[in-house]
């Protein structure tokens, strides 16, 4: 996986947008730093929200020019600031939903996130479950079960689900990669499908013009 930091304007180009939400303090602007190849900090909260670019390369072994940005977006938490995340999902082709491992709470208010996306992305986004902070099982305990994340995501069909570690690094790209190719062929079944439609106006607007000069 490549990626830079520079947004893509090649036409060879596709464009995703995915947000990274949850309760404040469970990791995710540490996961997002991670995903682009910098180093864990400890952060003060994110405020309102910050989005930047990742470009992805040699994502299609059948295309090998065809590249992929992913506008990426990074969410507070807080409360104050919930109205502004909400308004950002909107058209959102993916999203991560974050929790800490170590923190119940951060999991008991995963409804809340699932329901603030299905209210206003469109039906067929892509959704993540990320438990955040698997560093700390060893330290502090698991106060979240395995088997009640994944319950979570089999309930609500979610795509998947990892446990992570943005301090230590652990699952974070990997997870990631997963995530973007899922993105990736989505999106090119949309093209597909709207080069399709657009196939068929072109078709049913020769043969209107064929009948037309045929009277």
Known sequence: MEVSRDYNT??????????????ANVGKTNIIRRIIGEDFREMEATIGVEFMYINLKNIDKDDPNKTMSIQIWDTSGAERYKAITTTHIRGAD?????YDISNESSFNHLDYWYNCIKDVAEKDILIYLIGNKSDLIYEEGRAVKKKDA???????????YAECSAKNNEN?????EIFYKLLYKKNKNKIKEKNKMKLELINKK?????????C
């Open 150 to 160: 994944i319950e979570f995501v089999n309930k609500n069909k979610l795509q998947g």
């Open 172 to 176: 974070i790209k990997e997870t990631f």
């Open 10 to 23: 090649d036409d060879n180009n596709l464009l995703s947008k995915i947000v990274v939400i949850g309760d």
């Open 94 to 98: 993916g999203a991560y939903i974050v």
């Open 206 to 214: 020769q043969t209107e013009k064929k009948n037309n000069n045929c």
